[in-house]
Structure formats: structure tokens, C-alpha cells
């Protein structure tokens, strides 16, 4: 289960400003998903055959074309911070 507190931390580290009434639906929907996946733990998968991905035909693959770029300054111009042409964002490993 998740709690408000760890909701308001991850909302922070995701720059999301959230009020008390959104951090009251997010907390139920995120708790309503991890009981959901709990439910599906339960389930006895002994003997089951995991599926796999049908390999990737090389020639279902488009030819690479070279376009243009965005501008960088115009990607850039609402960004919180930036250093030397790129994003700066907060180190979030803990």
C-alpha cells in the first residue's frame, strides 16, 4: 500500500504539483492498482508456458531517414535549469 507521504515524495521528485483532493484520488487509484496485482500473485502459474515475442523481421523495419532537428533553444526554453545545451535535473538516486 501507498501512503501520502510516499505519494507527496514521488510527486515531488516528478516536479507534479498536486493539491489535497488529487493526492487523495491518486493514493486510492495507485492502492486500487497494487491490490489488483496482489490478486494476480495469487494465481497458481505452475506448468504455465511463458509466451514470448514473435522475433523482429529485419525487413519489417523502415529505412532510417535523416530529418532535421528540433531547435534546441526552442526545446529548451521552458526548462527549469539547463547546462551546456542539455536538461540539468535534480540526482534522484538514493
Same mark, same amino acid.
Given at each position: 500500500?501507498?501512503?501520502?507521504?510516499?505519494? =507527496?515524495?514521488?510527486? %515531488?521528485?516528478?516536479?507534479? +504539483?498536486?493539491?489535497?483532493?488529487?493526492?487523495?484520488?491518486? &493514493?486510492?487509484? *495507485?492502492?486500487?492498482?497494487?491490490?489488483?496485482?496482489?490478486?494476480?500473485?495469487?494465481?497458481?502459474?505452475?506448468?504455465?508456458?511463458?509466451?514470448?515475442? =514473435?522475433?523482429?523481421? %529485419?525487413?519489417?523495419?523502415? +529505412?532510417?531517414?535523416?530529418?532535421?532537428?528540433?531547435?534546441? &533553444?526552442?526545446? *529548451?526554453?521552458?526548462?527549469?535549469?539547463?547546462?551546456?545545451?542539455?536538461?540539468?535535473?535534480?540526482?534522484?538516486?538514493?
Amino acid at each position: 500500500m501507498i501512503n501520502k507521504e510516499e505519494l =507527496k515524495k514521488v510527486a %515531488i521528485l516528478s516536479r507534479l +504539483e498536486l493539491n489535497d483532493e488529487e493526492l487523495i484520488s491518486f &493514493e486510492k487509484d *495507485l492502492n486500487k492498482a497494487l491490490d489488483y496485482i496482489d490478486k494476480l500473485n495469487e494465481l497458481d502459474t505452475n506448468g504455465v508456458e511463458p509466451t514470448y515475442c =514473435k522475433p523482429i523481421n %529485419i525487413e519489417d523495419l523502415r +529505412e532510417d531517414v535523416i530529418k532535421p532537428s528540433m531547435d534546441r &533553444e526552442l526545446l *529548451l526554453q521552458n526548462a527549469p535549469e539547463q547546462e551546456d545545451g542539455a536538461f540539468k535535473v535534480p540526482t534522484v538516486v538514493e
